[in-house]
């Protein structure tokens, strides 16, 4: 069964400090990764994507990378802000003759000043 | 054209009663997703449409659900005799026709079934 899990399920930290998001998958055929970023209330907003080939992709203050063979990425949040405070989910897509997207349950995260 | 849009935004409903949601994607997108979220949980597929063509319907999507894209440009989901597990936020996504190619997100419609 194609599975995305994230860990943690919730995170609280305080303004300026770094953070990582873990994502296992069990996808197969693997195609790519994206990471998403999901405000209250409002629907994702994709931040990376990488494919097989990649193993690191930065967009501003976060970074993705992913191992491929282990089937695992994380999302590294530098020098963290308020606003940051928001679900991020990691999304797999598989290429099995349609192009679906397996969302994780996400992790979300609490940015405290 | 700004992004998906979704109306409405929120849909309060009795027990029974049949609702419709609508979904505008980006005009030069050939792909439109629907998905279910619920508190806590990431979403969850629903159904794709590739022009006006559905191609894939989850497990998910009980004969209660039905979904039509027929011009291939907006869509929209009917839930008949709706149900208190209905309560969710339904997303709708759209993409252009490619591998990599990035699905842009709505706002999503939040249903209350009360």
């Known amino acids: ?113 | 054209d700004t992004g998906v849009s979704q109306n409405p935004r929120h849909k309060i409903t009795k027990r029974g009663q049949n609702v419709t949601f609508r979904c505008d994607p980006i005009s030069e997108h050939n792909r439109l997703y629907w998905y279910r979220q619920t508190l806590g949980q990431g979403p969850e597929f629903l159904t794709y449409f590739q022009n006006e063509a559905q191609l894939e319907k989850s497990r998910l999507l009980s004969d209660r659900f039905s979904a039509e894209r027929p011009k291939g440009s907006f869509s929209t989901l009917e839930i008949q005799r709706t149900e208190q597990g209905d309560s969710a936020m339904y997303l709708c996504a759209s993409s252009r026709i490619a591998v990599l190619a990035e699905a842009f997100f709505g706002q999503g419609t939040r249903l209350t079934v009360v």
């Open chain 1, 1 to 113: 069964k194609n599975q995305v899990e994230q860990s943690p399920q919730s995170l609280i930290i305080l303004e300026g400090k770094n953070c990582t998001l873990q994502c296992n998958y069990t996808v197969s055929p693997f195609s790519n990764l994206r990471w998403y970023k999901q405000d209250t209330g409002r629907g994702p907003v994709s931040l990376t994507i990488m494919t097989f080939s990649e193993n690191t992709k930065s967009n501003g203050r976060y970074t993705a990378t992913l191992d491929a063979d282990t089937k695992q990425s994380s999302l590294h949040i530098t020098a963290s802000q308020l606003s940051d405070s928001a679900s991020y989910i990691c999304v797999v897509s598989a290429t099995s003759g349609t192009y679906k997207y397996i969302f994780g349950t996400g992790t979300r995260l609490k940015v405290l000043a």
